[in-house]
């Protein structure tokens, strides 16, 4: 029985559309997956051509995939305070957050940004997974005074060096003073927009978040791509080469509702993104708690892979997970991303695995599209952990 390798995906009206979605195809979509019940174009022809020009070059992303779920009303900082671990008496109006929403057992439900609009208004850029059934469940149960509802807004991404150079043609050089994780509001020829110094590449980079997304999606599309054009602005898909380098989680493959914080590290335990030691309760508080007294029994760690390139995640050479055994045979753990880095010259990812195989320099099997391959443990992220490169913006001497 002969295989079909390269299957395509049905298009046709059950699945949502990206409000950039049929301004994003004229640039020839080459693979499309679904995600947040929407079509998601993920490369435009060569993953690894436009991860170099997201190295060196500016571009541009629909993203419009990352829907939004808003809170308002009088108990809206109370109740979003509440479906995350961070302290958000810590987070200004006018700022961003990464951020866990955790359930009652500390799984992490999705990993969204959080833009603090206002004292009391949020929204959640969500990664691929439902959130908003959740929070109107939770605020129902709970009789907050909340109105949460997904709102006509979608967002772009601008991503590279030369961002800058695109952003200051479309905004003007004010667009220069919004700081790393800050955001403003904006008008472009009568659309009304939300702009952030943020983005999925630890890379310079901004997000435009576009109101009235439904009418006015191939307008700011274009609008963008005219005042691109002459910085060489190219069209490309979320760069998971670039991702993985960052040590950036995806969720639904790194993290899932049955994976906890602590266990993909980064400093998690002690630091920002769960703070236990706040006065507020939130979701998945005492689970945390003692999972933290406990200790975890498997990490997320860095892996170095041998044997031939694995590909660039979003190409479709990594149908599933790589399976980890210990060199004795034992199966201990899987890969749940991995990628050739072109700069690196070596395939990277992360694994899950038991505790007592988390020390740098442990030595690995991962058995990838092409064989068992000998592999180690590394430290991630692989490329810059200070995330020096995006928060470092050049501006031209007056």
């Known amino acids: 029985m002969t295989i079909n390798p390269n299957p395509g995906v049905l298009q046709y009206p059950r699945l949502r559309k990206s409000p950039f979605y049929y301004a994003s195809r004229r640039h020839g979509v080459a693979l499309y997956s679904v995600y947040n019940h929407t079509y998601h174009p993920r490369h435009y022809g ?66 969204p940004v959080l833009l603090r609009l206002g004292e009391n208004h949020f929204w959640l850029s969500l990664a691929d997974s439902d959130v908003l059934l959740w929070a109107k469940g939770l605020a129902h ?32 050089e004010s667009i220069l003073d919004v700081p790393y994780y800050y955001a403003v509001d904006r008008e472009l020829d009568g659309m009304r927009v939300v702009v952030s110094r943020t983005g999925y590449t630890a890379e310079l980079g901004y997000e435009i978040y576009l ?39 995806s969720w639904g493959c790194d993290i899932t509702y049955d994976t906890n914080p602590f266990e993909v590290g980064y400093g998690f335990e002690t630091t920002w993104m769960v703070d236990l030691e706040q006065e507020a309760d939130f979701v998945g508080k005492r689970a945390l708690t003692r999972i933290r007294d406990e200790g975890v029994s ?12 694995v590909g660039s995640f979003n190409d479709g050479n990594m149908i599933d997970v790589f399976d980890v055994h210990d060199p004795r045979g034992l199966r201990i753990g899987e890969v749940t991303s991995a990628c050739y880095s072109p700069r690196l010259e070596r395939n990277i990812g992360y694994a899950m695995v038991p505790v007592a195989y988390q020390e740098y ?34 501006r031209a001497s007056a």
């Not at 060489?232 to 040590?247: F, Q, S, T």
């Not at 030595?363 to 599209?369: N, Y």
């Open 46 to 111: 060569d993953p690894v051509a436009e991860y170099w020009h997201l190295l060196e070059g500016v571009t541009l992303w629909d993203v419009g995939v990352e829907r939004q779920v808003e809170i308002t009303g009088p108990d809206a900082f109370e109740f979003t305070n509440m479906l995350v671990p961070r302290d958000l008496n810590k987070c200004k109006v006018g700022q961003c957050k990464y951020v866990f929403v955790t359930a009652e057992d500390g799984g992490i439900i999705n990993d």
């Open 141 to 172: 149960s709970l009789g907050m005074d909340v109105h949460i509802h997904e709102p006509d807004v979608g967002p772009v991404q601008v991503q590279g060096p030369k961002s800058r150079d695109v952003m200051v043609d479309v905004f003007g």
């Open 211 to 249: 109101h009235n997304a439904s009418r006015d999606g191939v307008r700011l599309w274009d609008a963008i791509w005219q005042a691109g054009e002459p910085h060489d602005l190219r069209v490309i898909g979320p760069c998971h080469i670039r991702r993985i380098e960052a040590g950036i989680l």
């Open 298 to 309: 498997r990490k997320l760690v860095g892996v170095e892979i041998g044997g031939p390139g």
């Open 361 to 394: 320099g442990t030595e690995l099997v991962v058995h990838t599209q092409h064989g068992p391959q000998e592999a180690v443990v590394v430290e991630k992220p692989f490329l810059d952990p200070t995330k020096s490169i995006p928060k470092r913006l050049e």
